[in-house]
């Protein structure tokens, strides 16, 4: 079964450093999302990718962060200056379309961000 | 602004035994889809169940169902037959309007006990 597919599992860097979350989604899904879980809190939506354009996001994805497919598989998040509170579980996923709840988002196992 | 509700932090439930997880919701919006994910231990978000709001008809998935009232608002979800596998972070979330982007609520802890 085709699933969706994230490295690093886990990422340590220090505070200031750039990182980039890495997510391979399915491979005929057109829609890719970014949510992130801050330990024992709630998903929460970041962004959602599409046709190579952010086709929406939310408050908590300002100018630090960034998407980008750079090819027809990988999809990043980058963060451009980590702080402290950017320490979380992101979560990558792709849906076929983005045609509201038929459509299953399928979730990533997520890479575990802490930043020291 | 649509919301999520799990008035429930955690809950137990004796393994073969059913048990029912509590979700409530906000929206202005008619045409909207509700969904339970799973999040074992290891993290992976899984779809347990989903909703269309136009639907009447109580969805079901094998030992899972929900029981969808749209008038309150109210979405939860009852596992029957509890089985050990089951013990989970279970989250309620939302999808309407013109963004297809979930709304999750902050979850409920089940434990199964054998």
């Known amino acids: 079964e085709p699933e969706v597919t994230q490295t690093p599992s886990h990422q340590v860097t220090q505070m200031g450093q750039e990182v980039i979350l890495r997510c391979v989604p399915i491979?005929?899904?057109?829609?890719f999302y970014w949510y992130r879980q801050i330990l024992g809190q709630k998903v929460e939506f970041l962004v959602s990718f599409y046709n190579n354009e952010i086709s929406e996001k939310s408050e908590i994805f300002d100018d630090q962060f960034s998407v980008e497919r750079p090819d027809g598989s990988n999809f990043t998040l980058k963060i451009r200056s980590t702080k402290l509170e950017d320490s979380a579980m992101y979560f990558c996923?792709?849906?076929?379309?983005?045609?509201?709840?038929?459509?299953?988002?399928?979730f990533g196992p997520g890479t575990r961000l802490t930043v020291t | 602004a649509q919301t999520v509700t799990q008035s429930q932090p955690e809950m137990s439930v004796q393994e073969a035994e059913t048990v029912t997880l509590s979700c409530t919701y906000d929206?202005?919006?008619?045409?909207?889809?509700l969904f339970w994910y799973k999040q074992p231990p290891s993290r992976q978000m899984i779809l347990v169940i989903r909703q269309e709001a136009y639907k009447q008809q109580n969805a079901t998935e094998n030992r899972f169902s929900v029981n969808f009232q749209k008038a309150a608002k109210s979405f939860s979800l009852k596992i029957s037959d509890s089985q050990l596998g089951d013990a989970a972070m279970y989250f309620c979330?939302?999808?309407?309007?013109?963004?297809?982007?979930?709304?999750f609520g902050t979850g409920t802890l089940l434990a199964v006990q054998p």
């Open positions: 491979s005929n899904h057109l829609y």
């Open positions: 929206t202005s919006e008619s045409d909207y889809y």
């Open positions: 979330a939302y999808s309407g309007g013109a963004t297809n982007k979930l709304i």
């Open positions: 996923a792709s849906s076929l379309t983005g045609q509201v709840g038929p459509y299953e988002q399928y």
